[in-house]
């Protein structure tokens, strides 16, 4: 079954914690990511935590090398644009989901969203559902 990590809880990969255990065991499995998350990792990696740029390119090939790494396309915006309306989402929120959904994606591994939501695919896309879980909770 894949899964799509969002950078909010990738960010902990790169932690000294139990939820670095957690994103660890997730990256086992079917993950995948897209390059927006790869862009806003590196972006945390280096502005908010202060880390030498050959050490997160390090870290973005690994998960490169790891995950299903899924481009962002104009599909992907305008699945974006349909999902915005429908679910309140900001457009941030609705490219990742939407890169989920397009990868047909059983779950979407987030803290920013609600936990438990059946987010439907948008009837263009072949994909049944995807459900929002928090993997801490």
């Known amino acids: 079954m894949k899964s799509f ?3 909010n809880v990738l ?3 790169v932690d000294n ?6 994103v660890e065991h997730l990256l086992t499995q079917q993950a995948v990511i897209s390059v927006q998350v790869l862009n806003e990792f590196a972006n945390v990696l280096r502005r908010k935590r202060a880390m030498s740029l050959p050490d997160v390119e390090i870290l973005c090939a690994t998960l490169i090398d790891t995950c299903d790494v899924v481009d962002v396309s104009v599909r992907t915006h305008q699945t974006a644009l349909t999902l915005m309306a429908r679910y309140n989402m900001s457009v941030y929120d609705a490219n990742i989901v939407a890169a989920a959904v397009m990868s047909n994606c059983a779950i979407l591994y987030t803290e920013d969203m609600q936990d438990g939501l059946n987010v439907k ?3 263009s896309d072949r994909a049944n559902a995807l459900v929002i879980r928090n993997p801490f909770i």
């Open 17 to 22: 914690s139990s939820r670095a255990d957690v």
């Open 11 to 13: 960010i902990y990969w």
């Open 121 to 123: 695919a948008p009837a």
């Open 5 to 7: 990590i969002d950078t």
